[in-house]
């Protein structure tokens, strides 16, 4: 198993650009996150998803859009990009259960940086 | 809402010395979850371990615990035996189990710095 990965792992956007960053994951579960980290913060929910078409906003959604079209895939599309969207991103999987601590599996982030 | 303190930003220990890193959480719920996650310098999220509130025993991983005081909120995590390699970033995270999101709350971290 791969677990969660994400592409790219770095990026650097103008002001205005566009970009999806892509997240995948190989372990068949239901729940999907996005969460933004700053520098010296911890991480914070951007939207999460909790199957496939069915998608909702986290703490901070704004200047963010998902779509969940099938278990495996949870792309985050950034429209207009802003300097205050410089962060790492990452993208997480849990499967609930009860047999399990429903613990999140992370992916290795994207650093993104916008100028 | 939920919120997840960690009062220490950072911390050095000497290695094969313990050390306990703070956690203290706020919520009103009676049903939830506590996780320790690493994130070494490369960047990854690492899970630790993890306590239900509900648990009576602290959840103990190896060389990590967690000292659990329901009544206080605070769920401070216990590394034994410190090596070279737990110098990292230390975050501690609350997820309430009857939200439809099983979303987590960070605190904003602990790094960790152990010296030979």
């Known amino acids: 198993n791969a677990g969660v990965t994400q592409t790219p792992k770095f990026r650097i956007l103008k002001i205005g650009q566009s970009m999806t960053l892509q997240c995948t994951q190989d372990?068949?579960?239901?729940?999907m996150y996005w969460y933004r980290q700053d520098p010296g913060m911890g991480l914070k929910l951007i939207y999460y998803?909790?199957?496939?078409?069915?998608?909702d906003k986290g703490e901070v959604p704004n200047g963010y859009n998902v779509s969940r079209s099938t278990t495996e895939d949870f792309p985050l599309r950034l429209e207009l990009a802003a300097p205050s969207q410089t962060s790492v991103y990452f993208c997480?999987?849990?499967?609930?259960?009860?047999?399990?601590?429903?613990?999140?599996?992370f992916g290795p982030g994207t650093r993104l940086t916008v100028l | 809402a939920q919120k997840i303190t960690q009062t220490q930003p950072g911390m050095f220990v000497q290695e094969k010395e313990a050390v306990t890193l703070d956690c203290t959480y706020d919520?009103?719920?009676?049903?939830?979850?506590l996780f320790w996650y690493k994130q070494p310098s490369s960047g990854e999220m690492i899970f630790l371990i993890y306590?239900?509130?509900?648990?009576?025993q602290n959840a103990t991983e190896g060389r990590y615990s967690l000292n659990f005081q329901k009544a206080r909120k605070s769920a401070n995590l216990v590394i034994s035996a410190s090596q070279l390699g737990d110098s990292a970033m230390y975050f501690c995270?609350?997820?309430?189990?009857?939200?439809?999101?099983?979303?987590?709350?960070f605190g904003k971290g602990t790094k960790l710095s152990v010296i030979p």
């Open positions: 997480a999987s849990s499967y609930l259960s009860v047999l399990t601590y429903n613990e999140q599996f």
């Open positions: 372990m068949n579960h239901n729940y």
């Open positions: 998803s909790v199957g496939a078409g069915i998608t």
């Open positions: 919520t009103s719920d009676q049903s939830y979850g």
């Open positions: 306590q239900g509130s509900y648990d009576e």
């Open positions: 995270a609350m997820r309430l189990s009857g939200a439809g999101s099983y979303q987590l709350t």
